[in-house]
């Protein structure tokens, strides 16, 4: 059983909106991931990072941001939010980069 | 370009029948494959993950199979349930830099009907 927890699980806001979705780990993992997926396509990598400090961009040109303050946090934030922005967004955690990755249960956020 | 194609897009199957899901991919140089689980409105779960020297791995009723000369996979279900509907991704992991990148597929939308 994975031990890492999104909030909120579902996200209704109008445009213009700040949002901040919520990704906690208690695994003690290092690496972090955060990917969105749309119904029936791949997931997107769109920021990672490697531990504290540490945060890169994805593959996906994304107008969000992240922080890594401590070893179990890794919030995301969307400064004004758009329709364009609706889609599941999922965190994820490994023991490296190429270990099993154990994603949280997703947020559902829809932008009106 | 890497990429992972996943067949087939969707399947029906009724419970207790056996099913098989295929997985091909372009990437390289390549590191491992994986197979992961989607209920719906759920993050995904890993099923297993095999290097280029495995060619079978079993988690339960799941058996993946890998021919890293073909570059193909398969997922074979037994005795297939109800709770064994779910997306079924086939994700490949390249080694061609310290990230580690990885390839997702689409995924095989599985719906097992009593």
């Known amino acids: 059983e994975a031990d890492i927890y999104q909030t909120p699980r579902y996200l209704v806001i109008g445009t213009g909106k700040k949002i901040t979705l919520e990704c906690s780990q208690t695994?003690?993992?290092?690496?972090m991931y955060w990917y969105q997926q749309d119904p029936g396509m791949e997931l997107h990598l769109i920021h990672y990072?490697?531990?504290?400090?540490?945060?890169e961009k994805g593959d996906l040109s994304s107008e969000s941001t992240v922080s890594r303050i401590r070893t179990e946090h890794f919030p995301l934030t969307l400064e004004s939010a758009r329709p364009s922005h609706t889609s599941q967004y999922l965190c994820?955690?490994?023991?490296?980069?190429?270990?099993?990755?154990?994603f949280g249960s997703g947020t559902q956020l829809s932008v009106l | 370009k890497n990429q992972v194609e996943q067949s087939p897009q969707s399947l029906i199957i009724l419970e207790g029948k056996n099913c098989t899901l295929q997985?091909?991919?372009?990437?390289?140089?390549?590191?491992?494959l994986r197979w992961y689980k989607q209920d719906t409105g759920r993050g995904p779960v890993s099923l297993t993950i095999m290097t280029f020297s495995e060619n079978t791995k079993s988690n339960g009723r799941y058996t993946a199979t890998l021919d890293a000369d073909t570059k193909q996979s398969s997922l074979h279900i037994t005795a297939s349930q109800l709770s064994d509907s779910a997306s079924y991704i086939c994700v490949v992991s390249d080694r061609g830099s310290t990230l580690g990148r990885l390839y997702f597929g689409r995924g095989t939308q599985l719906t097992v009907w009593p």
């Open positions: 994820a955690s490994s023991d490296g980069p190429r270990e099993k990755l154990f």
């Open positions: 997985c091909n991919y372009t990437v390289s140089p390549f590191s491992n």
């Open positions: 695994m003690g993992h290092d690496k």
């Open positions: 990072s490697y531990g504290v400090n540490s945060t």
